[in-house]
């Protein structure tokens, strides 16, 4: 796809998690890959309700904004990086040295998802919780799955595309809040017997 267009869906993948309350101000990261090594992402302290593509930064595997100065800090950009080269190195493993199942990353704070954890409610779900500095643990979880809880972060959503991505967070966050509901009205029904 075009820089351009992906720059207008990056923005728009932004605006959508804001407007649902699932990342806030200038929190979260979203990237989407451009060409091989070469990735766009939300900006650090730009608001994410009014982001326009002209604001979005294009970076370098090590997260050095290609177009300016500066660059994200490592310990933000680390989770990202590491899902794009394990996704890659599985891919060469497997023959395959174009595709790589993992070409946009969402870190977003999806309240009802991370309220469940807190509670317990989430356990069902089956997500992996890996600190984001511990590259091994980060690198086997994003193997075998497509969403990582990073504590003190939030949920870390890996995606074919930024729509990909984009549905995982809504989806988790919308089972979440069944399960909270649903232990809501149990204890509820418990406390009336």
Same mark, same amino acid.
């Given at each position: 796809?075009?820089?351009?267009?992906? =720059?207008?869906?990056?923005?728009? %993948? *932004?605006?959508?998690?804001?407007?649902?309350?699932?990342i806030a101000g200038d929190t979260g990261l979203v990237s989407v890959e451009v060409h091989r090594r070469r990735f766009l992402i939300t900006p650090p302290a730009q608001r994410r309700a009014a982001?326009? *593509?002209?604001? #979005?930064?294009? #970076?370098?595997?090590?997260?050095?904004?290609?177009?300016?100065?500066?660059?994200?800090?490592? *310990? +933000?950009?680390?989770?990202?990086?590491?899902?794009?080269? %394990?996704?890659?190195? =599985?891919?060469?493993? /497997?023959?395959?040295?174009? $595709?790589?199942? &993992?070409?946009? $990353?969402?870190?977003?704070?999806?309240? +009802? !998802?991370?309220?469940? #954890?807190?509670?317990? +409610?989430? +356990?069902?779900?089956? !997500?992996?919780? &890996? /600190?984001?500095?511990?590259?091994?643990?980060? =690198?086997?979880?994003?193997? $075998?799955?497509?969403? &990582? !809880?990073?504590?003190? !972060?939030?949920?870390?959503?890996?995606g074919a595309t930024l729509d990909a991505a984009h549905n995982r967070i809504e989806q988790l966050e919308l089972a979440?809040?069944?399960?909270? *509901?649903?232990?809501?009205?149990?204890?509820?029904? $418990? %406390?009336?017997?």
């Open positions: 796809m075009n820089e351009a267009y992906l =720059r207008e869906q990056l923005c728009l %993948t *932004a605006h959508q998690l804001w407007l649902r309350g699932l982001l326009t *593509a002209d604001q #979005v930064w294009c #970076v370098d595997m090590g997260g050095q904004n290609i177009q300016g100065e500066g660059g994200l800090d490592d *310990a +933000a950009w680390r989770p990202h990086r590491l899902a794009y080269q %394990t996704s890659l190195e =599985r891919a060469l493993d /497997a023959g395959d040295d174009r $595709t790589a199942s &993992v070409a946009a $990353t969402i870190l977003a704070t999806p309240p +009802a !998802l991370l309220a469940a #954890v807190r509670t317990g +409610a989430a +356990a069902a779900f089956q !997500l992996p919780s &890996v /600190a984001p500095d511990d590259d091994a643990a980060l =690198r086997q979880a994003m193997q $075998t799955h497509e969403a &990582v !809880l990073l504590p003190g !972060l939030g949920l870390l959503a890996l979440a809040m069944i399960e909270l *509901a649903a232990a809501g009205q149990a204890s509820s029904t $418990t %406390t009336n017997r």
